[in-house]
């Protein structure tokens, strides 16, 4: 399995931002999958996960309300559309696959991952 996240880039503060994060093989859909960050001299940390059909999301308190996760299983794709943005929300993302079809907010959950794609906001 290989994940490869895209999308990211340079925004300023109160812009949007979509990662996308295709997968390789049959069984995409299948599988939970996560989002997840990472910032400079910080902890990675969960940002939002969706479960194998799409029917059940979950987000970090932090992110609630500004960031969407959503997956097209035709595409093996899930996708995280982020409104809002903060200059605190600069950081490395990345997306995961979880062990199973439903989705877990703590990595150790998560099998697969993806390189990353660097999300910069400046203020």
């Known amino acids: 399995v290989q994940l490869q996240a895209s999308g990211g880039g340079l925004v300023q503060a109160g812009g949007s931002l979509r990662l996308s994060c295709a997968a390789s093989?049959?069984?995409?859909?299948?599988?939970?999958m996560g989002w997840f960050r990472q910032a400079p001299g910080k902890e990675r940390e969960f940002v939002a996960a969706?479960?194998?059909?799409?029917?059940?999301?979950d987000y970090a308190d932090g992110v609630k309300g500004r960031f969407t996760i959503s997956r097209d299983n035709a595409k093996n794709t899930v996708y995280l559309q982020m409104n809002s943005l903060k200059p605190e929300d600069t950081a490395v993302y990345s997306c995961?696959?979880?062990?199973?079809?439903?989705?877990?907010?703590?990595?150790?959950?998560?099998?697969?991952w993806g390189q990353g794609t660097l999300v910069t906001v400046s203020s």
């Open positions: 995961a696959r979880a062990r199973g079809g439903i989705y877990y907010v703590t990595s150790l959950e998560y099998d697969y």
């Open positions: 969706i479960n194998w059909s799409g029917g059940s999301t």
């Open positions: 093989g049959r069984t995409f859909s299948s599988y939970g």
